[in-house]
């Protein structure tokens, strides 16, 4: 069975508060998100593979280890998801990324997909997933199926804040993706939208309404 992680360093927890602030604006919420996702970056790539080389540093030869050979790839779902993307980078600068573009029928809540682009060796890559808000579930269950339709078969999802709800829908349909969320928030309301949450995370980054 999938883990759940709940990364609650006090770094992420100071910079969440801002991002939730309705006062925030966009400038500082992208920024916000960009420095939360890289400070999450660092836990979600703990169980990477090492290998040892032999370097010299000033005073001598020793071993010493490195990321071993296994291959990285960040899918953002879109919009949302593209704000993670830079502070991931910033510490996994060779991971390739691809795009799933998904958008929710706001009568049926459902995800539709419109566009999705990947890198071509998916099935040799551990992937990750990312998307401010895990609500339903339902965007990012159609996500890690799209990616396990195309081959993929090591996948984790990041998300900032979760829904209990979403994290059970993905548990139910991804029993093998493991969850890794900042927050996990109290309930979904009869909109579908995170309580307390952070209103909708596409809007907060692009400035849209």
């Given at each position: ?22 006062n ?71 991971a ?62 990041m ?13 139910k ?28 995370a ?8």
């Amino acid at each position: 069975m999938g883990s759940v992680t709940v990364l609650d360093h006090p770094l992420i927890k100071h910079k969440l508060t801002f991002i939730r602030d309705k006062n925030t604006g966009s400038k500082e919420f992208r920024e916000l998100v960009k420095e939360v996702s890289m400070l999450m970056a660092y836990e979600v790539t703990r169980d990477l593979a090492l290998e040892e080389i032999e370097i010299e540093t000033p005073v001598s030869k020793m071993k010493s280890e490195v990321i071993a050979g296994k291959k990285l790839g960040l899918v953002p779902i879109l919009r949302a998801g593209l704000g993670m993307v830079d502070g991931m980078l910033n510490l996994l600068p060779a991971a390739k990324v691809g795009h799933i573009g998904l958008y929710r029928d706001p009568e049926t809540f459902k995800p539709v997909e419109y566009y999705c682009k990947l890198p071509q060796d998916i099935d040799e890559r551990d992937l990750i997933v990312l998307d401010p808000m895990l609500a339903t579930g339902g965007s990012a269950v159609a996500a890690i199926q799209f990616l396990k339709d195309r081959g993929a078969n090591h996948i984790k999802l990041m998300n900032l804040i979760a829904a209990p709800e979403g994290v059970e829908a993905v548990r139910k349909a991804h029993p093998d993706v493991d969850i890794y969320v900042a927050s996990i928030d109290e309930k979904l309301n009869e909109h579908a939208y995170i309580v307390p949450g952070l209103g909708d995370a596409g809007d907060r980054l692009f400035g849209t309404k």
